[in-house]
C-alpha cells in the first residue's frame, strides 16, 4: 500500500483515477499480506472514528464545555472587566492573522505587517497592563486571573523573557572566557537535570523567601520568572546548535571587512544562528505552551485548572471526558497556530539554501 | 617613514606555526609597493594563504612585524590596531564568503554604515555604483544563494571595495569556479588594477599573471624561493623547484 502511494505520487499528480485503481489492483493481487493489513489499519481507524463520532454526538454532555465558555476564556476575572482579558486575546488572535497572512501590496495592513515584530513585542505589556490594570484600569489582582488568557499570558510573556535569556547562555556557552563559559554550561546543565515541576515548586516557595517582606511578587510573575529560567537552558542549547553551524568563515569575512567581535556577531552570525534554530525554538514554545499546564497543580487557574476546578463541581460531576477532549482540542489549535506562525518566519527569510562553504 | 609612501606593505622575517607546529612562514619578508600587482604562487600548503591573512590581521604572527600602509603589526599587535588596518586594506575569499541572510546591496553596505558610520542613502548610492562596476547592478534586491558563483565573487569584491580601501588582498578568487566563470571575475581584478589598486593576488591564472602582474611570487615550505617580473618568472625562472612547478600547472 505504501509502496503503491509513493510510486503514485512519484509519477506527480494529474491523478488518474482508472490508472491508480489498476494499479492498485495489480499491487493487492501481487502483495497479498500487505493489502489485509492494510485493510485492518483501515477498518480499525473507521471503528474508532465511529465509536468517537457517536459518543460525540449522542453520549456525552456538552453542558459543561457549552455553559462555562466566559470561565475558559477568563476564569473569575471579574464579569464587568472581562472585556480587558478578551480584547487581549483578540488582538493577540488578530496580530495572529495578519502575520499569516499573505504580504500585502499597499495600505494599512501592509504598514501593519512591516512592523509586525514591534508588534508582537507590544502583546506582552499590552497583556500585562489589561490583566493587571493600571493607567485608569481598575487593578485586578492575579488572583483572579484565569482560564485561556492566564495560559496565554504565562506563555508569551514566559518565552519573551526565556529568548533573550537563552540567547545569552548561549553566547556565553560558546565563549572564549573560561569563567563565563563555565557558569553558562553549569547553568544549563542545572536546569536540564531539575525536572520543570521542582524549578516551579521552587519559585512559588523560594522567590519569596530572597525578596524582603514588603516586596510581594505575584504567583503570576513568579511562574513566569520560573517557566523562563527553566526554558532559558533548552533555548541555549538550541541557538548553540545554530551558533555552531554556521562555518567560521562568516565571522572571518565580517572580521575582513572591519566589524568587531560583537557587531560580527549582531549582524553576520546571530542572525543566522537563529533562523537555523526556529524549528527547535518552536518546539519550545509549544512545549512551554503544554508546560504552563503544570501550574494548576501549583494554585494557578489557568485552562487545565479551570477545567479541574469545574470537574470538582457537583453539577458537572463525571465529565471528565467531555473537559479533557475540549482542552486537548484548544491546546492543539493554539499549538497548530503556533507552528503556523514559525513556518512563517522560516519562510519569511531569504533563500538560504546554498551557503558558501 | 619615508619608504611607507612607495611602500604598501613591508613583511620583516615573519614566523609563523601552527598549533601543532607546523612552520607555515618561515622568515619571509618582502615587500609590496604601492600600485602594483603581486601575484603568489606556489604549491598546496606552501603557506600562501597564510602569508596572505597575516596582512589584515586574520593570521596571527609569532616573530617578525609587519608595515602595513604605515601601521605596524606584530606578535602582540592589539585588536584596535588590526580594525584600523582592516578598515584599508579589503580581502576577497576564495568561497565569496557573502553573508546568505543579507541581500546584495545589504552585503556591499554593511561595513560602510557599521564600520565607518555612513548614512544608508550613503552606502547604498556607492554600493549601486560598485555593483555597476562589476556589471552586476541589476542582482542588487537579490540573495547571494541566487546568484552564480561568478556574480557571487563579483558581489565579494564590490564588497570588500565599498570601504574604499587602499590595498586589496585575494586568496586564490578563481579557484572554486566553473571555467566559464573564472573570466568575468578575472576582467573585474584587471580592471582594478588598470584603476592603479595595490593587489596582492594568491592565483594560478597563468594569463593574469603574465598580463597583469608587476611582479610574481614563488613560495614553498614557507618561504619565498624567488620573486621576478612576470617574463623573467615564466620564461627563465632561476629556481628549479619554481621550474619544476611552472611544468607542473601548465
Ligand atoms: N588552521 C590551521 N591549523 C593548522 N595548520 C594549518 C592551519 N592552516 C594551515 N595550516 C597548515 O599550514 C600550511 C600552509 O597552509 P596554507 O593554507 O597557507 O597553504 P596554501 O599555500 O594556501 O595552500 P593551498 O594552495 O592549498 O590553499 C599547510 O601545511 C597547512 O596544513
Ligand atoms: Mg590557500
Request: aromatic share 6%; charged share 15%; with cysteine.
Amino acid at each position: 500500500m505504501q509502496a503503491w502511494l509513493r510510486q503514485a505520487s512519484k509519477r506527480g499528480v494529474p491523478l488518474d483515477l482508472p490508472a491508480h485503481g489498476r494499479q492498485l489492483w495489480r499491487h493487492t493481487r501481487r502483495h497479498p499480506l500487505d493489502t489485509a493489513i492494510s485493510l485492518v489499519v483501515v477498518v480499525l481507524i473507521a471503528w474508532a472514528a465511529w465509536n468517537s463520532a457517536t459518543w460525540a454526538w449522542k453520549a456525552a454532555d456538552w453542558s459543561v464545555v457549552s455553559s462555562n465558555l466566559p470561565l475558559y476564556l477568563n476564569g473569575s476575572y471579574p464579569a464587568d472587566e472581562r472585556w480587558r482579558p478578551q480584547l487581549w486575546m483578540g488582538a493577540l488572535a488578530a496580530l495572529t492573522l495578519i502575520t499569516l497572512l499573505k504580504p500585502a501590496q499597499g495600505g494599512l495592513l501592509r504598514w501593519l505587517q512591516r512592523c509586525l515584530p514591534w508588534c508582537w513585542i507590544a502583546m506582552i505589556p499590552m497583556g500585562i497592563a489589561l490583566l493587571g490594570g493600571g493607567l485608569g484600569l481598575s487593578s485586578v489582582p492575579s488572583r483572579a486571573w484565569g482560564g485561556l488568557s492566564l495560559t496565554l499570558l504565562l506563555t508569551t510573556t514566559s518565552a519573551a523573557l526565556a529568548l533573550p535569556l537563552g540567547i545569552l547562555l548561549a553566547l556565553g556557552r560558546t565563549s572564549s572566557l573560561p569563567l563565563i563559559q563555565l557558569s553558562s554550561r553549569l547553568y544549563i546543565d542545572l536546569m536540564r537535570a531539575v525536572p520543570l515541576i521542582a524549578v516551579l515548586f521552587f519559585g512559588q516557595l523560594l522567590i519569596p523567601l530572597f525578596l524582603p517582606v514588603e516586596i510581594e511578587i505575584n504567583r503570576v510573575l513568579r511562574a513566569v520568572v520560573a517557566f523562563a529560567l527553566f526554558a532559558a537552558a533548552y533555548v541555549a542549547e538550541d541557538v548553540r546548535g545554530g551558533l555552531q553551524s554556521i562555518p567560521a568563515t562568516q565571522n572571518e569575512a565580517a572580521s575582513a571587512l572591519g566589524l568587531s567581535e560583537l557587531q560580527s556577531l549582531r549582524f553576520v552570525v546571530l542572525p543566522q544562528a537563529l533562523r537555523i534554530a526556529v524549528p527547535a525554538l518552536t518546539n519550545q514554545a509549544i512545549g512551554l505552551m503544554q508546560n504552563t499546564s503544570l501550574m494548576a497543580l501549583l494554585g494557578l487557574v489557568e485552562l487545565l485548572g479551570i477545567g479541574r476546578s469545574l470537574l470538582a463541581n457537583p453539577a458537572f460531576i463525571g465529565r471528565h471526558l467531555e473537559v479533557y477532549v475540549w482542552l486537548g482540542v484548544l491546546y492543539w489549535l493554539f499549538c497548530t497556530a503556533m507552528a503556523l506562525l514559525a513556518r512563517r518566519i522560516e519562510r519569511s527569510g531569504p533563500p538560504m539554501s546554498r551557503h558558501s562553504v | 617613514m619615508n619608504q611607507s609612501i612607495s611602500t604598501a606593505i613591508t613583511a620583516h622575517a615573519i614566523t609563523k606555526t601552527y598549533a601543532n607546529a607546523h612552520r607555515a612562514l618561515d622568515e619571509v619578508s618582502l615587500e609590496v609597493r604601492q600600485g602594483e600587482v603581486l601575484v603568489l604562487m606556489g604549491p598546496s600548503g606552501s603557506g600562501k594563504s597564510t602569508l596572505i591573512r597575516t596582512f589584515n590581521g586574520l593570521e596571527s604572527l609569532d616573530s617578525g612585524h609587519l608595515d602595513v600602509l604605515g601601521l605596524r603589526l606584530d606578535a602582540e599587535a592589539d585588536p584596535r590596531q588590526i580594525q584600523r588596518i582592516r578598515k584599508r586594506v579589503g580581502m576577497v575569499f576564495q568561497q565569496f564568503n557573502l553573508f546568505p541572510h543579507l541581500s546584495i546591496l545589504e552585503n556591499i553596505t554593511l561595513a560602510p554604515m557599521r564600520v565607518q558610520g555612513q548614512s544608508a542613502p550613503t552606502a547604498r548610492e556607492h554600493a549601486m555604483l560598485l555593483l555597476e562596476q562589476m556589471g552586476i547592478a541589476e542582482q542588487a534586491e537579490k540573495y547571494p544563494a541566487q546568484l552564480s558563483g561568478g556574480q557571487q565573487q563579483r558581489v565579494a569584491i564590490a564588497r570588500a571595495l565599498a570601504l574604499k580601501p587602499e590595498v586589496m588582498l585575494f586568496d586564490e578568487p578563481t579557484s572554486a569556479l566553473d571555467p566559464e566563470r573564472v573570466k568575468e571575475v578575472l576582467d573585474a581584478m584587471r580592471s582594478l588594477a588598470d584603476q592603479g589598486m595595490t593587489m596582492v593576488v594568491v592565483t594560478h591564472e597563468l594569463s593574469f599573471a603574465r598580463e597583469v602582474a608587476d611582479r610574481v611570487m614563488f613560495m614553498d615550505a614557507g618561504r619565498i624561493v624567488e620573486c621576478s617580473d612576470p617574463t623573467t618568472f615564466f620564461t627563465q625562472a632561476k629556481e628549479e623547484r619554481t621550474r619544476r612547478f611552472l611544468r607542473q600547472i601548465d
